[in-house]
């Protein structure tokens, strides 16, 4: 479980990091894929620095385990969120795949890291 938990640490890790990253640089061109969900243009930066923040508590997490479960736990929620509004827009599963399953990636993260600090 631990190796599970790793690897899915250092992959959700890196890719949020970078996606934050990037959403907070090119915040023009993700501004229509907010505006297709009906969500204003300030969500986008929020949404950045949030996944920007996410994505570096684990990696962090590395050296502080308990920053994995909160970082993890809190991209579970950015993606159910997501998920919400990929719906609530009218888009199909196809559009809500992405972050359906980056949610559930999340959650397995959460959990197997939660049970990991429990036995110490």
Known sequence: MKWVVRILQGLLGASFTFIGANMLLAAESMATQFEALNL???????????????????????????????????????MAGAVFFHFAAGQGIAEAAPASIIFLLALILTYGQYRLNSKS
């Not at 243009?41 to 909160?70: D, P, R, S």
């Open 40 to 78: 204003p243009i300030w969500f986008v930066y929020v949404t950045g620095v949030l996944e920007l923040f996410c994505g570096l508590g684990l990696l962090a997490g590395f050296w502080k385990n308990k920053l994995i479960t909160w970082s993890a736990g809190f991209i579970a929620v950015i």
